[in-house]
């Protein structure tokens, strides 16, 4: 279950910090489905995205990615779920309930970290997912996170 165009660019309005495609200053990452219950994102840091040592990725930047990674998934989900394409009809919205991150290891700043989520409960009000962060074929971060449903106009 491949698709050629990231979920966060079928959201409409989407201004977030580090998915959305209407803010020329965020992160803009792009996440796609690899099968069912399952995403994949490739983000290649900037140099300006560095921790105290200028080699590592900051764990802020860390976080940010793996929420909105996460958050997008139940936001793509949510849409299918209601049996429509992501970005049709009516606005399907989920924010951060819970983001429980441990971090295991530095992510290098000099290459891209990949982040794989999985959908391991959903109901009509939340989403359970489950994420890891690997840089240089080393599992860095990995995180719980609780997506929860929120009306249109949130």
């Not at 020329?24 to 690899?34: A, C, M, N």
Request: charged share 20%.
């Amino acid at each position: 279950m491949t698709q050629e165009s990231a979920i966060q660019d079928q959201i409409q309005g989407n201004h977030c910090f580090g998915c959305g495609p209407d803010n020329d200053q965020g992160l803009r990452i792009k996440s796609y489905w690899t099968e069912k219950d399952q995403t994949r994102c490739e983000f290649l840091p900037s140099s300006h995205h560095n921790a105290g040592p200028a080699q590592y990725l900051n764990g802020g930047i860390i976080a940010t990615v793996i929420d909105c990674h996460t958050v997008c998934t139940a936001i793509a989900d949510g849409y299918l779920q209601a049996g429509r394409a992501v970005g049709t009809g009516d606005k399907i919205w989920y924010a951060t309930g819970k983001l429980d991150i441990s971090y295991l290891a530095p992510a290098a700043i000099d290459k891209p970290v990949i982040l794989e989520a999985t959908i391991v409960q959903r109901s009509s009000k939340k989403t359970v997912l489950h994420c890891n962060l690997t840089s240089n074929g080393r599992l860095c971060a990995k995180a719980g996170v609780i997506a929860v449903r929120v009306p249109d106009e949130w």
